[in-house]
């Protein structure tokens, strides 16, 4: 009996250190691939702080409009310092492009944080133009 007891015991501590390695290898792998996506995310933010003056402009859904206003125009343009798109807004009914301005916050100029998956600030500027506002969306200037 004091043989067979022994075998036991062996597979028992066997079964310890293989369960604990496996532990480990998981452990370790997990590591591993929070390692790589934190390089990948890393490779991801400076690619597009990098693309910021290079032709890369915010798009019209990060523009935070009121119900009823409307954007009626949208153009590019770039110059030495980068691009930026100007999208030509007609303001709800019974609003001046001034009141549109104040209301969604851009009379001084507009600094809209980035997301998690495109961390860049876009910044926006107002021009009140007739009956229409101009506003000028980009990722390369700022209000300080």
């Known amino acids: 009996m004091g043989q067979a007891q022994h075998f036991e015991q062996a597979d028992r501590d066997a079964n310890v250190r293989s369960r604990r390695w496996l532990w480990v290898g998981i452990g370790v792998a997990a590591i591993v691939i929070i390692a790589v996506l934190a390089a990948l ?6 690619w597009l702080n990098v693309m910021a003056t290079e032709g890369d402009v915010p798009p019209a859904s990060v523009l ?3 119900a009823g206003a ?4 949208e153009n590019t343009g770039c110059g030495s310092g980068g691009c930026a798109t100007t999208f030509t807004v007609l303001p ?7 009141a549109l301005a104040e209301e969604i916050g851009v009379t001084m100029g507009l600094d809209i944080p980035g997301t998690f998956f495109d961390p860049r600030t876009i910044t926006v500027s ?7 506002l101009h506003l000028v969306a980009d ?3 700022n209000h300080n």
Do not use: H, N, T
Not at 92 to 98: A, D, K, L, M, Y
């Open 64 to 66: 935070p409009l009121p």
């Open 70 to 73: 409307e954007i009626i125009d």
């Open 126 to 132: 107002a021009r009140p133009d007739g009956s229409v």
């Open 92 to 98: 709800p009914e019974g609003q001046s492009p001034e």
């Open 139 to 141: 990722y390369w200037s």
């Open 41 to 46: 995310y890393a490779g991801r933010v400076f």
